[in-house]
Each structure stands twice: as C-alpha cells, then as structure tokens.
C-alpha cells in the first residue's frame, strides 16, 4: 500500500501506454479566475503523477461547482489546467469539452507519460442524472476514451455518478492514492480505534451530522458537541436557545442519542457557556452568556471560553480523535476561539487526529495552524461522514466488484 504512492503495483506494471482516466477531486474555491485555495489540486498530483511516471496516457476528469448539467464558463476548469501543470511540472493538454470533438483530438494526440485535463464533466447531463440508462450512455462516451479508470476523487466517492461509479463498472478499475490513503484512515477510526476515542462535531449541517453520533455512539468514549448543532441539543435538554439554529424535528432523536449514551457509558459534551450576538455576524454585539441564559432575541454563534477550556481538556487524554464542523462561524474573529481551542487540542494529540470536512479544513488553514500537525486532514467532509454513519459508498463499493 505505501509503495508506489500507495497504488496497486502490479496496475502500474500493465498501464504503460495504455489511456488511464482518473477521476480527481478538482472542487476549488474560485474567485472570478483565481484559485483561492488550490489544497484539492495538490492532494490529486500524486496519483497522476505515478501513472504518467509509469508511461500510461493521463486523462483527468473532476467537477467545478454545480453547473447546471450544460456548458457554464462561469465553472471552466481552465484555471485548474494551468494550476495543475505549475504543480506537476509538466504541461497539461486542456480538452474545452468533455467528451466530444475536443476530447477525442486532445486524447489522441497524447504521448505516453503525457496528462490532459477534460472540461467540467458537470457540463454533462448524465454526470449527475438520477436515470441509470442516460448516466450509462454518458459513463460510455467516458469510457470510450480510455483503457482503464483509476478513482481518486474521495470528495465524491460517496455519489452514485457515471464518472465516479458507472465508468468504473466500464473499464478495468483502480483505487488511486488520495482515496486510499483516505478510505485507511477511516478504517482505522473504524476498526479498534485506540482509546479514549473522542469525536468532535460541529458546523451547520444538523441533520446531515446527527446521523453519524448515531453510528458513532456505540464506537467514542466521548462524544463533544459544538456549532451550529449544539441548540438542538441545548432545547432537548429544556434550554431556551433565542434565535439560534435549531432542527425542531430532531430533538426527540436528540433524546434518544442522550439516553443511548447513558446506557452505553458514552461521555456526551454540550458547551456551558455560549458566544451570543443579537444579529448574524454581528461581531460588535457579542458576548459571552452562560448556556442556561441565553437571550430570547439573540442566537448562539460560538461556544464560549468555559467550554472552550472544558473540550480541550476533555480531548487532551485521547488517543483517537475525528473532528468534524467547526465551533462556531470562525470566518469572523469573534466567533473563532471555540474553533481556535479544537484545533489546537487536536494538534496536541498523542495519537491519531483526523480533521473532516471542507469548512473545518479551511478553518486549520484560515487560523494560521500548521497541516502538518495534524495526524490528517481529509478532502472531504461528506464521504467522510457517510463512511462514519456506516453508509457503503458507491464509489468504493463499485471498486471492489
Ligand atoms: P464542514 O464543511 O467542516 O463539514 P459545515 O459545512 O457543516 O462544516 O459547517 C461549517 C459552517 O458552520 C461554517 O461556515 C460556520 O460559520 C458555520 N457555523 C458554525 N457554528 C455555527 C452556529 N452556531 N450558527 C450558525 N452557523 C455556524
Ligand atoms: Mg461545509
């Protein structure tokens, strides 16, 4: 597994000259035309540069943004070409559509060794169509440009699309290196985690997030519980929570997780003080209340630094740690110390710490916090969690057939 950049050894004995197309997680922010964080490009160089050492014809394919299943210039991945050849060191042969007359001419032309990026494979209806026979007559045209798949897009292994799962049933398939090295650490949150195994879950997606404690109650010692989230676990416990975010729908699960806990001797934390503001974003009227006082007319935007001091306590004896969703809207200084206090706990650990998630990524980097100090920071957040929750992951699933 570690040899090779952890691709399999004997599909890049075979893959000399051969079309290899890869699917990549090319998914960065833009501004206008400008690349303002290229952290998914880097993570996918490893593996196209493995097959183009090996002699294999690079074909890249990956998404950018969500264009509406047509051409939007507005989500060209030609910024990204020229990223992605700056880091190679190579040039990139950019193919202005994804399967068509473009296509065809850019990939014949390619010697071996050499790598071609294919447009925005979202300006493609059958990318992301939910009918099996239009996403497979699209997975056709893919396949048709190449001799083998290798998958390395771990931001969307967890979707069922032509490019991520019905090319794969298409083609002679491998997993690529950023997949593998992250589909390992998730075994290794899964399989016997050495204890304590704390997990950490914030951000603003709540109900996408409390199906992971689900699956997650019977694996941590610790469960701790911050963000947006916490005010639907703060109002099950009879809480007042203002104007805060709240999934009104959720709190008898919410009950039940609390109980299931307790049954189960599992460790549930919920902030004792909380950073209010009387508006979203409202930096200037923040202010620190205790969890069982906050105002009717103001919402919840961090924990407070009781809490603060409390989780990164409660983290510091762990030996298995999975972060997901940061504490608050760290995007704002006033609301960042919550999300300051996690990661630097995290970067403290003796042992594995795994941060998820694209915002909670962002944040390590957005507060100064060296990547390297973390056990490792996943590309993404979503397959991540859906891995945790015990889901199959289409992507992964199809590899094994
Ligand atoms: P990730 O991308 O790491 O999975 P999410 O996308 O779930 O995380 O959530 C990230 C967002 O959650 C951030 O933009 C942050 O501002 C927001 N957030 C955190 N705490 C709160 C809160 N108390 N109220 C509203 N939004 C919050
Ligand atoms: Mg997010």
Redesign the pocket.
């Known amino acids: 597994m570690t040899d090779n950049n952890g691709l399999d050894p004997e599909f890049l004995r075979t893959i000399g000259g051969q079309r290899v197309l890869v699917r990549s997680d090319l998914n960065v922010p833009l501004d206008g035309t400008t690349i303002t964080d290229d952290g998914r490009i880097r993570a996918s160089v490893p593996t196209i540069r493995a097959l183009a050492e090996a002699g294999a014809r690079v074909v890249v394919t990956a998404h950018l943004g969500r264009p509406k299943g047509e051409p939007d210039p507005a989500y060209s991945l030609g910024p990204v070409a020229v990223r992605l050849a700056e880091l190679l060191g190579a040039p990139v042969a950019f193919a202005t559509d994804t399967v068509g007359a473009s296509a065809q001419e850019v990939v014949a032309a390619l010697g071996d060794g050499q790598v071609a990026l294919l447009e925005n494979v979202r300006f493609n209806a059958g990318e992301t169509s939910k009918d099996d026979a239009e996403r497979g007559a699209f997975a056709d045209q893919l396949a048709g440009l190449a001799d083998a798949f290798v998958s390395d897009g771990f931001g969307v292994v967890h979707r069922k699309q032509a490019s991520v799962y019905d090319v794969a049933q298409r083609l002679p398939h491998t997993m690529g290196a950023l997949v593998a090295a992250e589909i390992d650490v998730l075994r290794r949150l899964t399989d016997d985690p050495a204890r304590p195994y704390a997990v950490v879950l914030?951000?603003?997606?709540v109900s996408?997030?409390l199906g992971v404690i689900d699956n997650l109650l019977g694996k941590a010692d610790k469960l701790l519980i911050?963000?947006?989230m916490?005010?639907t676990f703060l109002k099950a416990d009879g809480l007042e929570v203002g104007k805060?975010?709240l999934e009104e729908d959720q709190l008898d699960t919410v009950r039940a997780y609390r109980a299931r806990a307790a049954e189960l001797g599992v460790e549930i934390l919920v902030p004792t003080d909380i950073v209010v503001a009387d508006s979203?974003g409202d930096e200037a009227s923040a202010r620190v209340v205790p969890a069982t006082e906050i105002p009717a007319d103001a919402?919840?935007?961090?924990i407070g630094p009781e809490s603060a001091a409390a989780f990164a306590a409660a983290l510091a004896d762990a030996r298995t740690v999975f972060w997901?969703?940061?504490?608050?809207?760290?995007?704002q200084l006033a609301?960042a110390e919550g999300t300051r206090a996690v990661a630097k706990a995290l970067t403290a650990i003796d042992g594995l710490s795994v941060v998820?998630?694209?915002?909670?990524?962002?944040?390590v980097r957005t507060l100064g916090f060296d990547e390297a100090a973390f056990g490792h920071i996943s590309t993404g957040?979503?397959a991540s969690?859906e891995y945790l929750e015990g889901k199959d992951l289409p992507g992964i699933t199809v590899l094994e057939d």
């Open positions: 914030g951000g603003s997606k996408d997030k911050g963000g947006g916490v005010f805060s975010l979203f919402l919840g935007l961090d997901n969703g940061p504490m608050g809207v760290f995007e609301f998820g998630g694209g915002d909670s990524a962002a944040a957040g979503g969690l």
